[in-house]
């Protein structure tokens, strides 16, 4: 099947700049966080001061993109243990994301950086470790030239309702329901 490319472009009430915005990645699909490392290679290529906080996440990973992404300038912050389901104590787990949520709260008041990227953040936020109302507050408060990314599945409607940009991951198929493990180079 095929379709005609438009030819005009689509109608919008006001065009204009602001000086920040909050997407959100969301969804149970593959994508969230690596759509969130391309919006913070953008950033690095126009010189923009760039945190990315993991919260899940385990320093011991020590994924692609944070190797790369630190070299060129990127703050990184990777607190998680890993799995909730790996964890051998989830309220140490909630302590840590507590502990990742200070230098993100204190980076999006502070200006300190143009782009934060608050990684896996949802996760926090529907287990209860973190509160959902405060970290709204804190990114809807937060410096006006600060831009957020947020990533995580089920992302709740509060967090939704004051983005600019949120799209939805969805799942179709993934190699890990067939049995295959995470590769590295592609997954992480």
């Known amino acids: 099947?095929?379709?005609?490319?438009?030819?005009?472009?689509?109608?919008?009430?006001?065009?204009?700049?602001?000086?920040?915005?909050?997407?959100?990645?969301?969804?149970?699909?593959?994508g969230k966080s690596t759509a969130a490392m391309g919006v913070v290679l953008r950033a690095l290529a126009r010189g923009w001061r760039v945190l990315v906080v993991q919260f899940v996440k385990s320093g011991e990973w020590r994924s692609g993109e944070q190797e790369t992404l630190e070299g060129l300038g990127a703050e990184w912050r990777v607190v998680g243990d890993g799995f909730s389901w790996d964890s051998e104590d989830l309220e140490a787990s909630a302590a840590l994301a507590r502990e990742a949520w200070r230098p993100a709260s204190a980076a999006l008041a502070g200006g300190t950086h143009e782009l934060v990227v608050l990684d896996e953040v949802t996760y926090?936020?529907?287990w209860g470790w973190l509160d959902t109302d405060e970290v709204i507050a804190q990114i809807r408060g937060r410096d006006d030239r600060v831009s957020v990314v947020v990533t995580g599945r089920d992302a709740p409607g509060s967090l939704v309702e004051i983005a600019d940009t949120v799209t939805e991951m969805r799942n179709v198929k993934h190699a890990f329901e067939a049995g295959i493990l995470a590769k590295r180079g592609i997954d992480y």
């Open 124 to 126: 926090p936020l529907q």
């Open 1 to 30: 099947m095929t379709v005609e490319p438009p030819t005009s472009a689509p109608d919008t009430a006001a065009r204009g700049h602001a000086r920040s915005i909050v997407l959100v990645h969301t969804g149970d699909g593959k």
